[in-house]
């Protein structure tokens, strides 16, 4: 894994290469590699942490042998050596200890058709000297993040937004779209960012530029969907004969491909099913972890806010595999003191610290030695780990009775405060929604009118009414499948890339160390998609087949533990100790009141603070948005 930045267009040149990597320096504490053409006005530049093949001979850029293409990488390609046996037998030379290396050979072999190939995670960009054409490309999932923006009439990219952000003629107006889409979301849930001349290349994407007199021309491509059940007539067909074991053979295939690597491995080790299934399938497959690490907190406040504490169940599993676990302890203080400096570190504000913990194990980790660790990210949108997904289904069930049901747990509503009345009414409107409606619902925090309402009035008049995210895009493409799949893969295509992917990628990453994702991988996803709903959440469960497929491995207290979030007690951090850290924010300068309607922020926080509502999260939101204001400087 590294960091990697590129331009092609004329008006650019080395300096400017070299000043998108001074900004990705903590992607890559191992080494630094430049190349560019600048008769072809092209330029390709990396950061490495050297992970496969330690050598000099994978630096990066990195030219093929017959001198026509040159790469500049970020990921790992877990089934390289499979494919460099394929490119060895049509007669390319390469370096075949690295995973780079078979690239090339490939896009020279098959063009863009070339990535279904690719079992891994992936951001890179190729320049075909012949063709003069640049090829960028996004993995299947949009676990390695890829930046990008024209400018000048040329094409500037990086891994990181920060990167990019000096380059000579980029405009730092504020997007007030992704501004409305993150208050709604709490994320920005589409290519958009914060600025409007930088965008996110899409997981599954790849772009194809050419220089056309004195200007970059584009062309955009999807390469890759989520998978979903077939369509037969209309309805879903699901394969009712996959078993929990044929499940777990496949987890184990996939952990033990993932577990490559020249350096040292650990694991995040929660205590939670994913993490503990990854420990036990390493441990299974001969790839027993060096360490393993678990986040502790310091003091009350946990279990009331639903997060439970891991460490019991971390150090079950621990035991029970004989993995050493490192507790990392983390306080509230250290927390609220780190926060402002989050959003700039995720490249766009996003209203969870969770990124904070990882940033926590991996600093730790890469204390221990060790420059890889596998997660259980995305476990919960593969396997059926959430409450919506219990929800859907619920729905469902429900039949006739939804709405009467609906409209008696919205009148409970009205009679709580904070979270339970917000838990309450949420609840109701799921129910009481359509299927559209419902995954808007599920997955946005504030309504979209009422997030308008906290922006300043002249954001508001330039907002448009019918944009549209990634959550719309899989509302649209998984027409016809049952709720519980279309959530799955709004999940997959609209909350994952932009939410739990982004921040560990990011946070991991400034302690230079590589997160691994193996639960999303593609083969996996490919055998829940037809599985059926009632057998992913049976006896209303969530994940139970996948639980199932774990029943020899983990003990019950792992598998029938409630679901807690890899999260904090942000309500009681922010009402607590936080309080003058939000009052200096939102109240105490002019950057808040550029964005936000003061008089509406201030009645929020108030409600807040006194518990009649469960404002907590987009309060944090708006402290995080203009944190990442005064860090990034946009």
Not at 261 to 278: K, Y
Not at 289 to 294: D, L, R, V
Not at 301 to 319: H, K, L, N, Q, T
Not at 368 to 379: A, Q, Y
Request: glycine content about 10%.
């Amino acid at each position: 894994m590294c960091g990697i930045a590129g331009y092609l267009g004329p008006k650019f040149g080395p300096d400017v290469l070299k000043q998108m990597l001074c900004k990705l320096a903590h992607r890559g504490p191992d080494g630094e590699g430049e190349w560019a053409d600048t008769d072809a006005g092209v330029g390709l530049g990396q950061r490495r942490l050297s992970i496969i093949d330690l050598s000099n001979a994978a630096a990066q850029p990195m030219h093929a042998v017959s001198g026509r293409y040159t790469i500049t990488f970020n990921g790992e390609i877990y089934n390289f050596k499979t494919l460099s046996g394929e490119v060895k037998a049509k007669g390319y030379k390469f370096n075949e200890n690295s995973d780079t290396a078979v690239l090339c050979p490939l896009y020279d072999m098959y063009g863009p058709q070339m990535l279904d190939k690719l079992e891994g995670m992936f951001s890179f960009a190729i320049w075909d000297a012949k063709e003069r054409e640049l090829f960028v490309a996004r993995d299947h999932a949009g676990i390695k993040p890829l930046y990008y923006a024209e400018i000048s009439g040329g094409l500037v990219f990086a891994s990181e937004l920060k990167s990019l952000m000096d380059v000579k003629g980029l405009k730092r107006t504020i997007d007030s779209t992704a501004l409305a889409e993150y208050m709604t979301y709490l994320w920005t849930p589409s290519e958009r960012t914060m600025l409007q001349g930088v965008k996110k290349l899409r997981p599954g994407h790849y772009i194809k530029a050419k220089l056309a007199g004195k200007k970059v021309v584009m062309e955009h491509a999807r390469w890759y969907k989520p998978p979903q059940a077939p369509l037969i007539d209309g309805k879903p067909k699901y394969d009712f004969s996959k078993t929990p074991d044929q499940l777990l053979r496949l987890l184990d295939d996939v952990v033990d491909e993932q577990c490559t690597s020249d350096v040292p491995v650990g694991a995040f080790l929660s205590g939670g099913v994913d993490s503990s299934a990854l420990v036990a399938s390493m441990c299974v497959t001969g790839n027993k972890p060096k360490n393993t690490y678990c986040i502790a907190f310091e003091g009350d406040g946990m279990a009331s806010e639903g997060f439970g504490e891991d460490i019991d169940y971390a150090r079950m599993v621990a035991r029970r595999y004989n993995v050493p676990l490192t507790e990392v302890m983390v306080d509230a203080t250290g927390v609220l003191e780190r926060l402002p400096g989050l959003a700039a570190m995720l490249d766009e504000p996003q209203a969870d610290p969770a990124a904070l913990f990882v940033q926590d194990i991996a600093l730790r980790a890469r204390e221990d030695g060790i420059k890889v660790l596998l997660s259980g990210t995305g476990g919960d949108e593969v396997f059926s780990g959430l409450r919506r997904h219990l929800t859907a289904r619920l729905r469902q069930r429900m039949g006739f009775m939804r709405t009467p049901i609906a409209g008696a747990v919205g009148l409970a509503g009205t009679l709580l405060d904070g979270p339970s009345k917000r838990r309450a009414l949420r609840l109701c409107g799921l129910l009481d929604a359509t299927d559209e409606e419902f995954l808007q619902l599920a997955f946005s925090t504030n309504s979209q009118p009422d997030a308008w309402q906290l922006l300043r009035k002249d954001w508001r008049m330039e907002l448009e009414e019918d944009w549209t995210n990634d959550i719309d895009v899989a509302a649209m493409e998984s027409e016809g499948q049952d709720l519980v799949n279309r959530v799955l893969y709004a999940e997959l295509f609209g909350f994952l890339p932009d939410h739990n992917l982004n921040y560990g990628d990011k946070a991991s990453m400034t302690a230079g160390v590589e997160m691994r994702v193996p639960l999303i991988d593609r083969r996996l996803m490919s055998f829940m998609a037809d599985v059926p709903p009632g057998k992913k959440l049976e006896g209303m469960r969530m994940k139970a087949f996948f639980k199932d497929s774990l029943a020899s491995r983990l003990p019950s207290e792992v598998l029938d533990r409630s679901k807690s979030g890899f999260g904090a007690p942000v309500r009681g951090w922010l009402t607590g100790a936080g309080q003058e850290l939000v009052e200096d924010t939102l109240f105490g300068g002019t950057v808040a009141s550029d964005w936000f309607d003061t008089h509406r922020v201030r009645h929020m926080w108030k409600q807040t603070q006194q518990g009649k509502i469960d404002g907590a999260y987009t309060i944090l939101a708006m402290c995080m948005a203009v944190w990442w204001q005064q860090k990034l400087g946009a």
